[in-house]
């Protein structure tokens, strides 16, 4: 019998078939995408698996956590496609989709200046008040 280590058991949120192209993207089908309300920015937990090209069984297994761009695709690192031998643009991989987060749900309580959590999150950065700035920055310090 396996050990029990507080590992739940879930069904995937969807099952697709994906072929990598450049730089090892993939893209997760827009029926998926808006079924679920998937949208740019989100993070995907992904298992990856790689088939067997003649009897279309799993060889080899990865879990991932993607970010997803404006078309939909969200890049498998370089590093795990070497371990696991991957073919860009020739092998064709099965893909579970386990969860996914929201940018937000993700960083919820976390940000100093959560005010300007969108436009951290869109653009990476938030013109801030000098008022903000004192306002939640104290220096310990005298200049």
């Known amino acids: 019998m396996a050990e029990q280590d507080n590992t739940k058991i879930i069904e995937p949120l969807a099952k697709f078939h994906a072929q ?4 090892g ?7 998926t995408r808006r ?3 998937i949208e740019e920015g989100d993070y995907l937990e992904l298992i990856v698996r790689k088939l067997d090209q003649q009897t279309k069984k799993p060889t080899k297994r990865a879990v991932v956590i ?3 761009n404006i078309t ?14 991957i073919k860009i643009k020739k092998d064709v991989l099965e893909i579970l989709l386990v969860q996914f987060f929201k940018p937000e749900e993700v960083l919820k309580g976390r940000i100093v200046f959560e005010k300007y959590v969108q436009d951290l999150l869109k653009k990476g950065y ?3 008040s000098e008022e903000d700035e004192r306002n939640t920055i104290q220096f310990d310090f005298k200049v």
Do not use: N
């Open 20 to 23: 990598p192209t450049t730089k």
């Open 25 to 31: 993207r993939i893209t997760i089908p827009k029926e």
């Open 35 to 37: 079924v679920f309300g």
């Open 66 to 68: 993607i970010k997803l």
């Open 72 to 85: 939909g695709q969200g890049v498998i690192p370089a590093e795990l496609i070497r371990k696991m031998d």
């Open 126 to 128: 938030a013109i801030i």
